[in-house]
C-alpha cells in the first residue's frame, strides 16, 4: 500500500501544474456553498440575537424595517419621529420601561445616541472606564468609537452637522467624554451616547445664552419690555455646556412634544407585553409598536430563499465541475496507457495498478479539502468581523 | 523579652484587624437600607419623620440655607443615579432636573397631586429669538410646604413613595405619617386663625416667596425684591415710602433675620419687621414644625391674634 501512495504521490508531484489546478478548483467547489451557508447562518445568529434582546420598539407609523433596522443598528431613521409625550405614556401605563432613542446626529461618522442611562443596563453594557451621563452636555463613547475619535475619558467631542445644507440648523456641541463602555461586538461599539436632552441642545429645541434681563447691546436685542425681550441672531448659542452655563440653558415650548425617533419597551412581563403590543394595535394614533424578532425574523426569510438560490447554484455549479474532473481522470488514465502498459511489463498487478489511479484521486481531493479547510480558518478569523462590518 | 514583644505585635496586629472590620459591618448595615435622596428641607423632615430608621435618608444640600438656587454638581448626579429613590418637592424647586439625567422611575415629584393648584410666582419673562415666536419662561413659585395643607399632601407622597419602596415596612410608615399629618393639620389650623376674617392689613414681604402662604391663610401683601443682609439704601427707602403711601404698610416680613440698622431704620419710618422663615433649607437648631410654630407667632405678632385652640 505504501508503494502505491509513494507512486501515486510522486505522479502528482510531477505533474504539479495539474495537480495545483484540479485542487484549487475542487476546493473552491466545496468552499463557497460551506462559506456561504456560514455566512448567513453567522449574520442571521447576530442579527436574531440583537432583536431577540429588544423586547418592543415603539414608533411613527411607517415602515416596521425601517424602525427596526435604524433603532437596532443606528441607521438614520427612514421614518418620521414621535412626541416624547409618547415615552411618557408608556411609562404611565405601568407596563414597560420606556428607553427613548434618537439618531439624528453624528460626530464625524460615529451616530450620536441621544437615550437614557437606562440604556446601559438594558443592553448590559459595562463601563471600561468613567460613569454613565450626569449633566447636560455629557457622552459615553462605544469602544470602537472612542478608537475611532481617539478620545478617552475627560476628552471633548464635537458634533458634526446634520448634512451640507444644514449648517445652521443643528448645533455643534462640544461634549466630555466621561465614560467609555467595554467591546461588545455589537453596534453599540460605534456609537456616542449621550442623554437625550443633550441631543436636542444639539437640535437647537433647547439652548444657554447670555441672560436677556441684563443684556445691553442693542446688536442683540431687537426690543425689550420689563416682561419681553426679543433677540437678534447676533446672540449666540453657548457651543459647550459648562458649570458656570449650564444654569442659562432653557427649553423652547413643551419638551413632552420633542422629537424621539424610537422608543425601546421593556415590558415587566409577558402579559403586560401583549397588553401594550394589543393597545398599540387597536388605537388609531400615529403609533406603531413591533416586535424586533419577528421583524427580524421576516427579513431572514427573505435573506434565506436568497441564500437557498445561491446554494443550488453553487451546488450545480459544483457537480458540473465534479464530472469535468472526472472527464480529466479519465482522460488522462487513457493519455498514459503506455505507462500503465509499462507497470504492467515491470510486474505490476492490475489491482496494483487500480490502486494507484485511485489514491491519486483521492489525494487530490485529501488536499482539495485540506485547502477548504484552511480557506474556512481564514474566514473564520478575518472574515466575520468584516461581515459584521457589512452587517452594522 | 523576644517573646513579651512578639506576644506585643501579635496584640497589636490582630487588634488593629478588629478595628477595620466595625466600619466595614457599619457600612453593610447601612447598605442594607434604601438609599433616598431628597433636594429641600421640608421634604426631608418628611421623609425623616416618616422613613426613620428604616431608610438612608441623603440631602446633598442640606448646608445651604436656601436650596432652590442649588445646583448639583456631576458626582452628586453620578451618586444620586444608584439611590433607590429620589424625593423632589417639584413645582419648578428643582430646575436643575432638566439639566440631569436622572432614572425617571426613581423619581417622585411630591407636589405631582396638586400640581393643578400650584401658583404664579409673579415673575414672567418672555423672549423670543428674531422671527421665532416668543417663549414664556413664567415661574411657578415653589414654597409649596408654606401651605400645611399641601405640606401634608406632599407628605402624604413622601409616605406612598417609601412604602412602595419598602411594603414590608409599611405598618411603620403608616404609623410616622399618621403622626405627621396630624401635627400638620393641627398646625395648619392654628395658622387659619391667625390672620382676622376681612383682614385688610397689607404687608411688605421682602421676596415674592411667600405666595402659598399668602393664598392659604389670607395675608395681603407686596413682593420687594430686598435681601435682610444689604444695607437699606435710598432707592429701598423710596420704594417702601410708596408702599406706605398706596398700601398703608405698616410691617416688612423677613425671608431671614435682617440686619439691625435695617429694623432701626424701617422702625423710625413707621415699619415694623418681623422675619418667616421659608424653610426650604436646613434650620440651624430647630426643625420643620418648630420653624413653622414661630412663623406662626410672627403672623400673630402681626394681627395681633391669640391662640383660639
Known amino acids: 500500500m505504501n508503494h502505491s501512495i ?387 | 523579652m523576644k517573646k513579651a514583644i512578639l506576644i506585643m505585635i501579635t496584640v497589636a496586629t490582630f487588634s488593629g484587624c478588629k478595628q477595620k472590620e466595625t466600619p466595614q459591618n457599619t457600612a453593610a448595615v447601612t447598605a442594607l437600607k434604601p438609599v433616598v435622596y431628597v433636594s429641600n428641607y421640608p421634604v426631608y423632615y418628611f421623609a425623616d419623620r416618616i422613613g426613620g430608621n428604616a431608610i438612608d435618608l441623603r440631602f446633598p444640600a442640606g448646608s445651604l440655607s436656601d436650596p432652590s438656587g442649588w445646583t448639583p454638581v456631576a458626582d452628586t448626579i453620578a451618586a444620586m443615579q444608584s439611590a433607590d429613590l429620589i424625593l423632589v418637592n417639584g413645582a419648578s424647586f428643582e430646575n436643575w432636573m432638566m439639566n440631569v439625567s436622572l432614572p425617571e422611575e426613581k423619581v417622585v415629584s411630591t407636589s405631582e397631586s396638586f400640581k393643578n393648584q400650584l401658583l404664579s410666582s409673579g415673575a414672567t419673562f418672555t423672549h423670543s429669538h428674531g422671527d421665532e415666536g416668543e417663549h414664556a419662561h413664567e415661574g411657578t413659585a415653589f414654597t409649596t410646604w408654606l401651605n400645611l395643607e399641601l405640606a401634608a399632601k406632599q407628605a402624604e407622597q413622601v409616605k406612598s413613595a417609601l412604602v412602595q419602596l419598602q411594603p414590608e415596612q409599611k405598618e411603620v410608615f403608616e404609623k410616622n405619617y399618621t403622626e405627621l399629618t396630624s401635627d400638620l393639620n393641627t398646625l395648619h389650623e392654628a395658622f387659619q386663625h391667625s390672620v382676622p376674617e376681612g383682614n385688610t392689613t397689607t404687608v411688605a414681604f421682602s421676596h415674592p416667596v411667600y405666595q402659598y402662604l399668602t393664598e392659604a391663610y389670607g395675608i395681603e401683601g407686596k413682593s420687594l425684591h430686598w435681601e435682610p443682609e444689604t444695607p437699606i439704601n435710598h432707592d429701598m427707602e423710596h420704594e417702601i415710602e410708596h408702599l406706605m403711601k398706596d398700601e398703608g404698610v405698616t410691617w416688612i416680613i423677613w425671608e431671614g433675620e435682617p440686619l439691625p440698622e435695617n429694623v432701626e431704620k424701617l422702625s423710625r419710618m413707621g415699619i415694623k419687621s418681623v422675619v418667616i422663615t421659608p424653610m426650604g433649607g436646613q434650620p440651624g437648631d430647630t426643625d420643620f414644625l418648630k420653624g413653622m410654630e414661630k412663623n406662626l407667632e410672627a403672623i400673630k405678632k402681626i394681627y395681633g391674634t391669640r391662640d383660639k385652640l
Open chain 1, 6 to 392: 509513494y507512486l501515486a504521490w510522486n505522479y502528482l508531484k510531477y505533474h504539479w501544474g495539474k495537480t495545483l489546478l484540479l485542487v484549487f478548483a475542487i476546493s473552491m467547489v466545496i468552499f463557497i456553498p460551506t462559506a456561504l451557508n456560514l455566512f448567513a447562518n453567522r449574520g442571521s445568529e447576530r442579527m436574531m440575537a440583537r432583536a431577540v434582546t429588544t423586547p418592543l420598539l415603539a414608533g411613527s407609523k411607517g415602515s416596521a424595517t425601517d424602525l427596526t433596522l435604524s433603532s437596532l443598528y443606528f441607521r438614520d431613521p427612514g421614518i418620521p419621529p414621535l412626541e416624547y409625550h409618547e415615552v411618557k405614556a408608556i411609562e404611565q401605563e405601568g407596563l414597560a420601561t420606556a428607553i427613548p432613542l434618537h439618531i439624528n446626529y453624528r460626530v464625524k461618522t460615529q451616530p450620536i445616541i441621544g437615550t437614557s442611562n437606562q440604556y446601559f443596563g438594558f443592553r448590559n453594557t459595562q463601563f471600561r472606564e468613567g460613569r454613565p451621563m450626569a449633566v447636560l452636555g455629557e457622552c459615553v463613547l462605544g469602544a470602537v468609537a472612542a478608537e475611532v475619535l481617539g478620545a478617552e475619558v475627560g476628552d471633548a467631542v464635537i458634533s458634526s452637522p446634520a448634512g451640507a445644507f444644514d449648517v445652521a440648523g443643528s448645533f455643534p456641541l462640544k461634549m466630555t467624554v466621561v465614560g467609555v463602555l467595554e467591546q461588545t461586538n455589537t453596534p453599540d461599539d460605534d456609537a456616542v451616547f449621550t442623554d437625550i436632552k443633550t441631543t436636542w441642545v444639539i437640535s437647537g429645541k433647547a439652548h444657554g445664552h447670555d441672560d436677556l434681563t441684563t443684556v445691553t447691546s442693542d446688536s442683540l436685542l431687537l426690543s425689550r419690555t420689563d416682561s419681553i425681550a426679543v433677540a437678534s441672531k447676533a446672540v449666540l448659542s453657548y457651543t459647550e455646556i459648562t458649570p458656570e452655563n449650564i444654569n442659562s440653558f432653557h427649553f423652547h415650548g413643551n419638551p413632552d412634544s420633542y422629537p424621539v425617533n424610537a422608543v425601546i419597551a421593556v415590558p415587566k412581563d409577558k402579559k403586560s407585553e401583549l397588553i401594550l403590543r394589543g393597545r398599540y394595535e387597536t388605537q388609531g394614533d400615529n403609533v406603531q409598536i413591533v416586535v424586533p424578532e419577528l421583524v427580524v425574523e421576516e427579513l431572514l426569510e427573505t435573506v434565506v430563499s436568497i441564500k437557498e438560490i445561491l446554494t443550488l447554484a453553487a451546488v450545480s455549479i459544483g457537480l458540473a465541475t465534479l464530472v469535468i474532473t472526472l472527464l480529466v481522470f479519465s482522460l488522462s488514465i487513457r493519455l498514459r496507457k503506455k505507462e500503465i502498459q509499462t507497470l504492467r511489463y515491470i510486474g505490476a498487478a492490475r489491482g496494483r495498478i487500480t490502486a494507484v489511479l485511485s489514491l491519486e484521486i483521492l489525494l487530490v481531493f485529501a488536499l482539495s479539502l485540506l485547502l477548504t479547510l484552511t480557506y474556512l480558518l481564514v474566514i473564520a478569523i478575518l472574515g466575520i468581523p468584516l461581515l459584521e462590518k457589512l452587517i452594522h
